[in-house]
């Protein structure tokens, strides 16, 4: 017999996963594929974690935070699984390119984010106690 308490709490975790993944389609379909600053709108490529074989496909949209820097919301898939999460990409513009380093905790573990956004692409990397790796996404137009 499932106890009272399962039922609702697997309930309202389904609903949470799902409505993040449904936010984020919104924000995805209403951003820009491109815009003027070389470095907002939609992205789409992969990550790959450099300690282990975990990776699989990732997108983002990145958005001005109104603080001359960006803030990117990245949807990862691994596995059968996907989600989504927000993170800051405080950074200065560099012969073209944004560079940023960045860091946002996360389920209480801290994610440090760096690279740069160019005309060639959108490449970093990522450090946490328990996964290290990279990405690198492109344009996209849908």
Known sequence: MIPRMVRPASILVATLLLSGCT?????????????????AGRWTGRWQNTNNTHGGALRAVVKPDGKEAYMARFHAVWGNHSGSFSTPLPGTFKDGEYHFRGSRRILGVKITTAGRIGTNGFEATYDSAFDRGNFQLGRTER
């Open 23 to 39: 936010s984020f389609e919104k924000e995805w379909a209403a951003a820009p594929a491109t815009a003027a600053d070389g470095v």
